[in-house]
């Protein structure tokens, strides 16, 4: 029985680095029973602590409004303590309201972060309601002519520019698609994927970040609003199309979107200027490389992708899952982890959220504390049962 089961795990084992998961847990719950205690107004949604010791917080139509919420059900998952799901479900019924919201493509990290893992963990159908409200709001923003979900209204006079950080909104879409049966959600996920492959990323496989399109679905313009230059790679931006495609592999099972995955994998991986440590500067060709910012948002949102990634590739398995693990193991060291106490109560410190507009910049961020708690999860999983099913 035990060699049977050490063979079925083997593959895992190569990693050389061990986490202690117990432990980032026990250290993250200390750290955000200090959040809720700072934030008694479910209005005010926990961001960010500057660098000067404020403390940072957005309103819910704020796009990372979920991911709060969001974290305190990981909390919950791990610990089965009710205390976590209390407060999760405090939380994920304080965004409720944004079901109703067209002015946004960011119902995917709002809603599915907050209503989607609230459903997963209790199968309490109240929350599927909200999500399929908000999945129709979202799904007003695509317009068939173009074949892709707008992402803001307006940017530098162009008025239907995508994101690729839009590729994130279609494990939101492709759940509704299930849970309603509506193809509408399917069909819109597919043609917004193949859309984004075509136009936003370049021979080597890196992306843009904005792509503006006109009328006719033609391409107007290929920039960036949050990376070094509008032909640099922004590094979150490459953790969201890393994020995007192995999602869209896993609930399409379309081999073409496991070989894009696997493409925006090697570039990143293979990259001369990711660090040792493997967590991306703010942006792969800043020339100021290396003196200049680290994005642990980043770092968290590629290893959560690149777990899962492991799991569809028999080439590249050992590859990934120790690259998620290294990049893991780096977040839980002193460098990017904060003291208990201290970095506003977030877990993670040296984020970046847009440095060309100099906001957010070497900060704890919100997301990157939930794709962190994500990763922890899906490590923990892979290292007990030698799977993930998602
Ligand atoms: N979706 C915005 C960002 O990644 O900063």
Not at 336 to 352: D, P, R
Not at 359 to 383: I, N, Q, W
């Amino acid at each position: 029985m035990f060699i049977v089961s050490l063979i079925f795990i083997s593959p895992l084992i190569f990693a050389q680095t061990k986490i202690d998961v117990d432990k980032e847990i026990h250290d993250a719950a200390l750290q955000y029973q200090g959040i809720l205690k700072t934030h008694p107004d479910i209005t005010k949604f926990p961001q960010s602590y500057s660098r000067d010791g404020k403390v940072m917080d957005r309103p819910s139509d704020w796009w990372c409004s979920g991911f709060f919420g969001g974290s305190l059900w990981y909390l919950f998952e791990y610990t089965k303590d009710t205390k976590w799901r209390n407060e999760a479900d405090k939380w994920t019924m304080a965004v409720e309201k944004e079901k109703n919201n067209t002015s946004t493509h960011d119902l995917g990290f709002m809603l599915y972060c907050t209503f989607g893992n609230a459903y997963r963990l209790t199968h309490d159908t109240s929350y599927k309601a909200v999500m399929l409200t908000g999945a129709s709001s979202l799904a007003s923003r695509f317009n068939p002519d173009y074949g892709v979900i707008r992402s803001w209204d307006e940017w530098k006079g162009y008025d239907y520019p995508v994101i690729i950080d839009n590729m994130m909104n279609l494990e939101f879409l492709l759940w509704a698609a299930k849970a309603s049966s509506s193809k509408k959600f399917y069909d819109i996920s597919i043609s917004h994927a193949d859309k984004t492959i075509k136009n936003h990323f370049r021979k080597d496989y890196s992306s843009y970040h904005v792509v503006c399109y006109g009328e006719d679905g033609k391409v107007l313009k290929q920039g960036t609003h949050q990376g070094y230059a509008d032909d640099s790679a922004w590094s979150r931006g490459q953790g969201w199309g890393l994020y995007g495609y192995t999602v869209m592999y896993r609930e399409t099972k379309k081999k073409k979107y496991l070989k894009q995955a696997e493409h925006i994998a090697q570039y990143i991986l293979n990259h001369p200027n990711l660090p040792e440590d493997k967590i991306p500067y703010w942006d792969f060709n800043d020339p100021a490389i290396p003196n200049t910012e680290r994005d642990a948002s980043a770092g968290a949102v590629i290893s959560s992708a690149l777990f899962e990634l492991s799991q569809y590739t028999k080439e590249h398995k050992e590859q990934y899952f120790n690259a998620a693990t290294t990049m893991l193991s780096s977040l839980t060291t002193p460098k990017y982890k904060a003291e208990i106490g201290t970095n506003g109560n977030f877990l993670l410190k040296h984020s970046v959220g847009s440095k060309p507009h100099q906001s957010e910049v070497d900060v704890p961020l919100v997301y990157a504390d939930y794709y962190y708690l994500e990763a922890l999860l899906r490590y923990d999983k892979l290292m007990k049962t030698g799977k993930l099913v998602l």
